[in-house]
T-cell receptor, first 115, second 111 residues
Framework: DGGITQSPKYLFRKEGQNVTLSCEQN?????MYWYRQDPGQGLRLIYY???????QKGDIAEGYSVSREKKESFPLTVTSAQKNPTAFYLC??????????????FGPGTRLTVL | QQQVKQSPQSLIVQKGGISIINCAYE??????FPWYQQFPGKGPALLIA?????SEKKEGRFTISFNKSAKQFSLHIMDSQPGDSATYFC??????????FGTGTRLQVFP
């Protein structure tokens, strides 16, 4: 899990409520990512950020929002607009160094269940 | 459009056997090909990765075979052990772009 912390490990929310998932890294990595994983499916990219105060939509950004106010933090908010929010959410980070193949590290994940 | 196709979806291997997982990609601009291992309830961890200038990379019991002309790469696990039971993901990336993942292969190794 490297130096990436995701909290909490399990999260339960009622339908219609917004919920924010935490992701913190102490690796001094430039880029951070949020993925969603559903049973039998690969990792689908929700949002990513390569620099503070800037982020881009991934493949499934609808119903999610993020912020990147600090280099070490990249919280994800699952809004009530997300139709099927129950899933395993993974945060990742990596350095961005020109000319180098930079390994991407993953956090331990947060399992969100919407009741 | 699926940019990387992974097969099989699941794999059952006897202890001591060879596990082989395959991935195929379309874009010849990809230049980084990692494999990730994920245990239940955990985040994926990088297992082994290869660049397109070599055809094979071996680390212990794990080997990546890379066929640039066929746009395919595979993971071979020699002497498979029950502790190797996990889900394996291939991925591709171009330069500093984001990783694109395959759909995963669930490997079960029985004693």
């Amino acid at each position: 899990d490297g130096g990436i912390t995701q909290s909490p490990k399990y999260l339960f929310r009622k339908e219609g409520q917004n919920v924010t998932l935490s992701c913190e890294q102490n690796l001094n990595h430039d880029a951070m990512y949020w993925y969603r994983q559903d049973p039998g499916q690969g990792l689908r990219l929700i949002y990513y950020s390569q620099i503070v105060n800037d982020f881009q939509k991934g493949d499934i950004a609808e119903g999610y929002s993020v912020s990147r106010e600090k280099k070490e933090s990249f919280p994800l908010t699952v809004t009530s607009a997300q139709k099927n929010p129950t899933a395993f959410y993974l945060c990742a980070s990596r350095p961005i160094l020109a000319g180098v193949y930079n390994e991407q590290f993953f956090g331990p994940g947060t399992r969100l269940t919407v009741l | 459009q699926q940019q990387v196709k992974q097969s099989p979806q699941s794999l059952i291997v006897q202890k001591g056997g060879i596990s082989i997982i395959n991935c195929a990609y379309e874009n010849t601009a990809f230049d980084y090909f990692p494999w990730y291992q994920q245990f239940p309830g955990k985040g994926p961890a990088l297992l082994i990765a290869i660049r397109p200038d070599v055809s094979e990379k071996k680390e212990g019991r794990f080997t990546i075979s890379f066929n640039k002309s066929a746009k395919q790469f595979s993971l071979h696990i020699m002497d498979s052990q029950p502790g190797d039971s996990a889900t394996y993901f291939c991925a591709v990336r171009r330069g500093t772009d984001k990783l694109i993942f395959g759909t995963g292969t669930r490997l079960q190794v029985f004693p």
